[in-house]
């Protein structure tokens, strides 16, 4: 941020041409404010009073203790019928299945989430289908809020909100929370048309979900079956077709932040991979040009930020750099506090104030040498849409 500031200032003073401040500006402080002046006006649906709901759980080598918290919580909010669809054949989840009078299915075989999703959906008994990971716990009302805005007969979507909870690494909690602060914003933003109502807790219309089943279990991407993105594809179905995929903020359910930073990193190098496929299937599709222009804008900013960061590095850094004849250990020790200060910036945006001095640097020279390598691998592996890296 340093650095921007020093070259803003030569480019009005010398006329030199930098492209950081120009990366600064469009890929940083840009989508903050636009996404900030569309968040301000979001509210809450407030209208379906009640629905008869499906609920259901996919679940593979999840923690014993964590699936029956989920179900127990799923359970005290009596829906109409709750289905979990293992997929490791493990005696103890249909002990807590039958444990809270849930019905418990495995089909002979592990066949992916996306097969066990569909599974559920034949299953279902009820018009509304609540998805939720079986990492899952809801908040009292979760399942009531969720369904209200299914009044509107072209809403086929709605996203719950995510809190996080910890389950043994405080710096990958830190940054799960991070970055379900800016997913909050950015839903409210994008209300009606969300990048993903997100797989981990949403609702959908079981005609809409049975409509596309054949195209959701054949989603080929270089040949190969797809197996992450599962709310990505769905999602992007659903704006297709121009239905309205909504955030219900009123929804809530806590999900469980990685175990530990290594897994943190591979949950955002999966996530990135699917956001880098769906975003050139977007543009495939024709998306950017029938639905709100927000929508493709804060997907290019956040995907093609860090290759507009790598340019202007290599341009800056060939042509006048501004601080030249610093040494590298300073040019690194400037470079992770300015990365701290944008971290600092976009937590006031998104109103997240639980960070100390060294909360922030940590996440800072995590943002800078870690996170923003590993989009960049993400790109150049995004041919792997088959590994889901965590379990």
């Known amino acids: 941020m340093f650095f921007e500031i020093e070259e803003l200032i030569k480019m009005v003073t010398t006329g030199t041409f930098y492209y950081l401040p120009i990366h600064l500006i469009a890929f940083v402080l840009m989508p903050l404010l636009i996404r900030y002046f569309y968040g301000k006006g979001y509210k809450p649906h407030n209208s379906l009073k009640s629905a008869k709901v499906s609920v259901i759980i996919p679940e593979y080598g999840e923690n014993i203790s964590i699936f029956e918290k989920c179900i127990s919580s799923i359970a005290a909010s009596k829906p109409d019928e709750i289905i979990v669809v293992h997929d490791d054949n493990r005696k103890e989840i249909d002990e807590i299945a039958k444990k809270y009078g849930v019905a418990s299915y495995f089909f002979k075989e592990r066949g992916g989430k996306r097969i066990a999703l569909v599974n559920g959906w034949e299953l279902a008994k009820n018009d509304i289908v609540i998805q939720l990971d079986s990492d899952e716990i809801l908040e009292k009302n979760a399942i009531e809020e969720i369904v209200k805005p299914f009044e509107d007969s072209t809403i086929v979507a709605v996203q719950g909100k ?5 389950t043994g690494s405080k710096f990958a909690n830190q940054l799960s929370t991070v970055v379900e602060y800016n997913r909050d914003w950015n839903c409210k933003a994008l209300n009606g048309n969300l990048v993903v109502a997100d797989g981990r807790f949403n609702a959908w219309r079981k005609e809409f979900l049975l409509k596309h089943k054949d195209g959701f279990l054949n989603d080929k991407w270089f040949g190969e079956n797809s197996v992450i993105g599962d709310d990505r594809w769905l999602t992007q179905a659903a704006n297709a077709e121009g239905y309205k995929t909504v955030y219900q903020n009123t929804a809530v359910a806590a999900t469980a932040s990685p175990e530990s930073y290594l897994k943190y990193i591979k949950q955002q190098l ?13 543009f495939k599709k024709k998306l950017p040009s029938k639905i709100f222009w927000l929508y493709t804008y804060l997907q290019v900013a956040y995907y093609l930020g860090p290759f507009s960061f790598a340019v202007a590095l290599i341009h800056d850094g060939l042509f006048s750099p501004p601080i030249s004849n610093a ?11 300015g990365s701290s200060l944008i971290v600092l910036l976009r937590r006031c945006a998104v109103g997240y104030f639980k960070l100390n001095t060294y909360d922030l640097f940590r996440l800072g020279f995590s943002a800078l040498f870690i996170e923003y390598p590993t989009s960049i691998y993400a790109l150049l592996t995004v041919k792997k849409q088959e590994n889901w890296g965590t379990r």
Do not use: E, H, Q
Request: glycine share 4%; net charge positive.
């Open 270 to 282: 999966r996530w990135m991979r699917s956001g880098y496929k769906f975003l050139y299937t977007d």
């Open 162 to 166: 995510n809190i996080v909870y910890d």
């Open 327 to 337: 040494s590298w250990p300073l040019i690194i020790a400037i470079s992770i506090l």
